[in-house]
């Protein structure tokens, strides 16, 4: 079973985010991040809920209590090849810059959510 600290560490890859990042977002240390993902010390419950929030996942995966990270996270293939399509359509990069990454993939993935919202309600 992973470490809470790898759960943390591979749930902020798959979202294209630095601990830098991260670290801007929740308003704490860059050296925070790294504790917290080399399991020297765990987030307290406020920057837990951040962090799930964030990331998109449940806490109870984060601690390792469910495998499914979360019904609504697509695949990063899934996630890449969108990306990637529209750089070539549009002739630019969407992954140059961290923010705007982010921004993409979140935005693919809220679409995807309303989508399945939307086939369940039918």
């Not at 993902?37 to 209590?65: F, M, Q």
């Not at 695949?75 to 359509?89: F, G, L, N, Q, R």
Request: glycine share 4%.
């Amino acid at each position: 079973m992973d470490s809470l600290g790898s759960r943390l560490k591979k749930a902020r890859e798959k979202k294209g985010l630095t601990q830098q990042d991260v670290a801007k977002k929740l308003d704490v240390t860059n050296g925070a991040i790294s504790g917290y993902e080399r399991n020297y010390r765990d987030p307290d419950s406020e920057t837990l809920k951040k962090l799930a929030d964030l990331y998109e996942v449940s806490i109870n995966w984060i601690y390792g209590r469910d495998e499914k990270e979360s019904e609504y996270t697509l695949p990063e293939e899934v996630i890449s090849k969108v990306i990637k399509e529209a750089e070539a359509h549009y002739g630019v990069s969407l992954r140059d810059d961290p923010v705007v990454e982010s921004a993409v993939r979140d935005l693919i993935n809220n679409l995807a959510k309303m989508k399945q919202s939307t086939q369940k309600n039918d």
